[in-house]
Nanobody, 124 residues
Framework: QVQLVESGGGSVQAGGSLRLSCEVPRINMRRYDIGWFRQAPGKGREGVSCITGNGWINYKESVRGRFTFSRDTSKNTVTLQMNSLNPEDSGVYYC??????????????????WGQGTQVTVSS
């Protein structure tokens, strides 16, 4: 069973920054697609960013240029640095993983493993 342990999140004013981290112990990260999804109140879950085992990164268009996804395979950790946040970025953010070796990861496909979620609230 793959375990994903998220940290970070919180409340910030529009224009501010937050950093989310996700530890994924006991896996070979180069054999997994790992990503971040979010869910705002009353809305469905949407993919925000993902990384393949080979390090290819994908971003939702609305966060491109503001969010940065990084990975540290020595610590089995991924990080999502979120800058220039706006209220539309609010929601519960989930770290997700799938055991597949993709050339390009998807923000719409199935991810089998999900973290418990961490709240991000951006006030105007």
């Amino acid at each position: 069973q793959v375990q994903l342990v998220e940290s970070g999140g919180g409340s910030v004013q529009a224009g501010g920054s937050l950093r989310l981290s996700c530890e994924v112990p006991r896996i070979n990260m180069r054999r997994y697609d790992i990503g971040w999804f979010r869910q705002a109140p009353g809305k469905g879950r949407e993919g925000v960013s993902c990384i393949t085992g080979n390090g290819w990164i994908n971003y939702k268009e609305s966060v491109r240029g503001r969010f940065t996804f990084s990975r540290d395979t020595s610590k089995n950790t991924v990080t999502l640095q979120m800058n220039s946040l706006n209220p539309e970025d609010s929601g519960v953010y989930y770290c997700v993983a799938a055991n597949r070796e993709s050339a390009q990861c998807t923000l719409r496909g199935r991810y089998d493993y999900w973290g418990q979620g961490t709240q991000v609230t951006v006030s105007s």
